[in-house]
């Protein structure tokens, strides 16, 4: 059964749109309110897109064949059951996102915010990849 990925493609397009927004405003360091709210954008949309990527992992981790081994499983092994199954390549780079969307609560904190949107960042390509793996195994 193929998986509908139109609602990650939507999301993935839309942190892209949000960063490519946020590198043409931002000037550095966030110093104004126009910069932070930016800033916090783009933060919201990590946010939607990382938890829609960990979501269709599981999905199709489900559908094809692993299901009682995702069912009641930690998002820590049903990464590294994905990178078993080539979903995704780094399972720490996988934890890393975790920690930084654990994070987007406290970013009220400026430092935290900046971490965060750097993570934001650095997520797109591998939103991108993922994607790219979904649509090359949905059958």
Request: net charge negative; charged share 35%.
């Amino acid at each position: 059964m193929a998986l509908d990925l139109s609602s990650l493609k939507k999301a993935v397009s839309s942190l892209g749109r949000a960063i490519e927004y946020a590198d043409s405003r931002i000037k550095g360091e966030a110093g104004t309110v126009e910069e932070e709210v930016i800033i916090a954008g783009v933060i919201q949309n990590f946010e939607f897109t990382y938890e829609l990527c960990w979501k269709f992992i599981r999905r199709w981790l489900e559908i094809n064949g692993e299901g009682s081994s995702v069912d009641g499983a930690t998002r820590k092994e049903v990464f590294r059951i994905a990178a078993e199954r080539q979903l995704i390549r780094d399972v720490e780079e996988w934890f890393e996102y975790t920690r930084a969307r654990n994070e987007t609560a406290h970013t009220y904190d400026t430092g935290k915010a900046k971490e965060v949107f750097e993570k934001a960042v650095s997520f797109l390509k591998v939103a991108e990849l993922l994607l790219e793996k979904l649509e090359d195994k949905n059958d």
